[in-house]
């Protein structure tokens, strides 16, 4: 007998999307299944998560790991159908915008399976982006389009997508961080002891800042000099790694005031995130969840997918030009920072909400 609905995950920023869906279908007997496409791989960027938000165990691994775009979407699309073959499901959802996102829907479409996409809707605008390309073709190919902010719902119209497919659920990652602030771990334990003073958090993955060496050493000069003010407490993507000693940056990362750490787990970043002065990033997370948090944001990046956070969170923008990026820190420096608001629905229940809509789609 196959499942009602077969999720995915493949990377790092879908595993505290998918915890709390896995929960909320268990408590409406919605009867769902996990694949795991193997896409992040290390210990670190995925078992931990695994553990720490208590997400079951994947029915499968199809183990992909790391390669180009086109293989690495090929070899998703080709280890995933046998795995619809075998569970028959109902539906197959996906989160987020990684390429495990577009390649099993569109295994799953393709196979007359409906797809239930969450955290639709969202748009750079920048179809430079992988993830763009991820966003724009998988909303256009699924049945249910599950929406963190109402600027989404615009974006699919203009896409030319039924308003009847689409529903405005709240934010399912906010819910994973309500759910564990209070596991979140202190600071001191993972630093060995609190900065005096505050500190900042980096992080830094997107390939348009990190494969361009011009680009990479240009955030580093603005990290430097804020390095000079405070800790930069920088945990590193291993793209980023490896992006740093192909440029011949390595040594930069070693100066004092940058504290390099590997990728943390989910309640030391949470940790690290909660009590930082400023977080710099050019994730997609870290946006909404320093928005959360109230924590101020600034984003390494010339757009963001998530606006909300920039018209009601902490967030701003300050793409990679250091002269704007050090403006920006002394700016939060001096007020603190933009103040911010929870923006709606982002209440902890968004999987609640999707749940609740899914077993009605189910029985009708
Ligand atoms: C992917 C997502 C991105 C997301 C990010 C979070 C796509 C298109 N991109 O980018 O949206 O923000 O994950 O991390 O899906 N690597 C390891 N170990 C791992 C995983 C990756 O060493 O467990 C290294 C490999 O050298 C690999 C590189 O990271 O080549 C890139 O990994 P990949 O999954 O291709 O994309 P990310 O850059 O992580």
Redesign the pocket.
């Known amino acids: 007998m196959g499942c009602e609905v077969l999720c995915v995950v ?4 879908n595993f505290m999307k998918i915890a709390p869906i896995m929960t909320a279908f268990a408590q409406r007997d919605v009867h769902a299944r996990l694949v795991h496409t193997g ?4 210990a ?3 078992d931990s998560f695994f553990e720490q938000l208590g997400i079951p165990r994947p029915e499968v691994n199809l183990e992909v ?3 180009s ?1 086109a293989v ?1 979407t090929a070899e998703i699309m080709r280890a995933f159908e046998p795995v619809l073959d075998a569970e028959s499901p109902r539906a197959v959802l996906v989160v ?6 577009l390649a099993c829907a569109l295994v799953a479409v393709k196979k007359g399976v409906p797809v239930m996409h969450v955290e639709a809707g969202l748009r750079s605008f920048d179809r430079s982006m ?2 763009e390309i ?1 966003r724009v073709l998988t909303d256009q190919i699924s049945e249910l389009l599950f929406t963190t902010e109402r600027t989404a719902l615009d974006n699919l119209r203009r896409e030319g997508i039924d308003p009847a497919r689409v529903h405005f659920v709240g934010n399912v990652m906010i819910d994973t961080l309500r759910r564990n602030l209070a596991r979140a771990v202190p600071v001191q334990q993972t630093l060995g002891q609190r900065p005096q003073g505050g500190y900042a958090v980096l992080t830094l ?3 348009a800042n990190v494969d361009d060496a011009t680009t990479f050493a240009a955030l580093l000069d603005a990290i430097e000099r804020i390095a000079e003010r405070m800790p930069v407490i920088f945990p590193i ?3 980023t790694r ?1 992006a740093a000693e192909r440029h011949g940056l390595s040594a930069r990362l070693e100066r004092p005031g940058i504290r390099l750490l590997p990728p943390q787990g989910y309640l030391q970043m949470l940790g690290l995130t909660r009590e930082a002065t400023v977080v710099l990033t050019d ?3 870290l946006q909404e969840e320093t928005t959360a948090l109230g924590v101020p944001c600034i984003t390494l990046r010339e757009n963001t997918e998530r606006p909300i956070t920039l018209s009601e969170g902490t967030n701003t923008l300050t793409g990679a030009d250091p002269a704007k990026i050090l403006q920006c820190f002394e700016d939060i420096l001096a007020t603190g920072g933009k103040r911010g608001r929870i923006p709606e629905l982002w209440d902890g229940h968004a999987a609640e909400r999707i749940a609740a809509i899914v077993r009605e789609w189910l029985d009708a």
């Open positions: 493949g990377a790092r920023p896409q992040h791989y290390d670190s960027m995925s790991g790391s390669a775009h690495q987020g915008d990684v390429n495990s996102t992988p993830e991820n993955h997107r390939p993507h291993p793209r490896a994730s997609g997370g």
